[in-house]
């Protein structure tokens, strides 16, 4: 392992590995740790949607140009990452819903995203096997260039294209402490071996946390349990991802036929637990066949948990910490890391190449908890 | 061309392994991520002891030594139908 580094990055997810192949096509020395195995976190649990329709500004942002991006990638890779845009149908179930959903459509429409407002019989026409009664919907909004990739695929495709642009990638690599003089860091020291560096970005999901504290910085994370399950393959049903803010549960069928989706348990609390309950299996299975009753005859072949890194207003802490130089912040994805990566590698990799901020890394830096004027991101499911 | 089968589910052959594991993954979740091993109906129980030989033949790491995907439940596949006929309490 390297004894040195322009950037030493902690958190093989895809952040981690999307931020070390963007440093390393600048040119930029770049050495990687993770403490397992490459998208072993959040990363492997995940959904694996990609979806632009959010109520806060930011969000909506960053995912909309990051979708330009996942549309590129694969041929940018050199790796099919299964990037397809089925859409996103968002079952609507109230007034209270559909006035939040109004204003989230004209915010998105302004950013330049192609999103309508579906009435209720309109809803069959992009997903067949819904009923509508069943799921209680009274409209729906629908975005077709939001979508689904392979966050495995996706992750590994960035390692490979980052080893082969000459950055370190290190699996099965504890990080033990950061070292700091004057304020700011030093040294990250492994168990494989300390390597000096002037900047270390703390993209290690749950585990940020533990890791800034080695700093004495705190970070406003709560890791929340989140369980979801995968069927065996089918024929191919439906193409967009359905899912419900009220219910919380979100489904898709994937590129390989199976149907994954997950929906949170009502008295989950947050903590560090893993195991996968039956309690979720029952009330997934419930909310799912009554969203699609002809999904009663399919078999559940596994489930399985991961977890959200959730801040208070459920986005992302990104950018430089004003308390330590060059210790930078890619966490607190609040479960919706995978579908924002290439924009947050971007911002970051501007931030660390050229020095270069902008107003939406400023909204998102770890200040902004010191403020009263939080904008909580509404448009959170699973 | 001899093809030997290790996951029927998936249908990755003895070659697909041994070139993933060249190709640097070493560990049987980094393979099941890259193959979709272990994936399928049987969820592991025909392809990942062989897996795990193929690996201590090409990594020279003892089976015993070889740690098994975490257990996903449930152990057989159930119907949905059948777990949602289970009262949903609130």
Not at chain 2, 60 to 65: D, E, I, L, S
Request: net charge positive; glycine share 8%.
């Amino acid at each position: 392992m390297k004894s040195k580094a322009d950037v030493v990055i902690i958190g093989g997810g895809v952040n981690g590995c999307s931020l070390a192949y963007k440093l390393a096509k600048k040119g930029l020395d770049v050495v990687l740790v993770e403490k397992k195995y490459l998208s072993s976190g959040a990363t492997g649990a995940c959904g694996a949607g990609i979806r632009q329709q959010w109520s806060t500004r930011e969000n909506a942002l960053l995912a909309i140009k990051s979708v330009k991006m996942f549309e590129q990638l694969s041929h940018e890779l050199g790796q099919d990452i299964e990037f397809r845009q089925g859409g996103y149908l968002i079952a609507v179930h109230d007034k209270k819903e559909m006035d939040q959903a109004e204003k989230n459509v004209t915010m998105q429409r302004s950013l330049g995203l192609k999103v309508d407002i579906l009435k209720p019989e309109e809803i069959t026409d992009v997903v067949p096997i819904l009923d509508v009664q069943g799921m209680k919907a009274i409209g729906a909004t629908f975005c077709p260039t939001d979508g689904h990739a392979n966050p495995f695929r996706t992750t590994f495709a960035y390692a490979d294209a980052a080893r082969s642009l000459g950055a370190e990638i290190n699996t099965h690599t504890m990080v033990l402490n950061l070292k700091t003089s004057k304020k700011a860091i030093r040294t990250v020291v492994t168990d494989k071996g300390p390597i000096q560096t002037d900047v270390v970005v703390n993209a290690a999901g749950i585990d940020s946390k533990a890791i800034a504290e080695m700093v004495h910085l705190k970070l406003p994370l709560i890791p929340f349990r989140k369980e979801i399950m995968a069927t065996e393959r089918l024929q191919s049903l439906f193409e967009a991802m359905v899912i419900s803010f009220k219910d919380g549960i979100y489904f898709s069928q994937q590129k390989e036929g199976q149907i994954v989706g997950g929906i949170p348990i009502p008295e989950e609390k947050g903590g560090y637990k893993t195991m996968p309950t039956f309690r979720f299996l029952e009330h997934m299975a419930h909310t799912l066949t009554r969203y699609a009753p002809v999904l009663k005859h399919v078999n559940l072949l596994r489930h399985w948990t991961g977890f959200y890194d959730v801040t208070p207003d459920a986005r992302p802490i990104l950018g430089e910490v004003k308390e330590i130089k060059g210790f930078l912040q890619c966490n607190g994805f609040s479960g919706h890391g995978f579908m924002i990566s290439p924009m947050v590698s971007e911002l970051l990799t501007n931030l660390i190449v050229d020095g270069k901020t902008s107003e939406m890394l400023e909204n998102l830096t770890l200040d902004r908890f010191k403020g009263n004027n939080i904008e909580k991101e509404l448009s959170v499911v699973g | 061309m001899k093809r030997s089968i290790v996951c029927r589910c998936e249908d990755i052959s003895e070659e697909d392994v041994i070139q993933a594991i060249e190709e640097g993954y070493t560990d049987i979740e980094e393979l099941r991520k890259k193959l979709r091993i272990g994936m399928g109906p049987c969820q592991g129980r025909v392809c990942i002891q062989i897996v795990a030989r193929i690996l201590e033949k090409k990594t020279g790491r003892k089976v015993a030594n070889i740690p098994l995907p975490t257990v996903r439940p449930p152990l057989i596949p159930v119907s949905l139908g059948t777990l949602a006929s289970e009262k949903d309490e609130k």
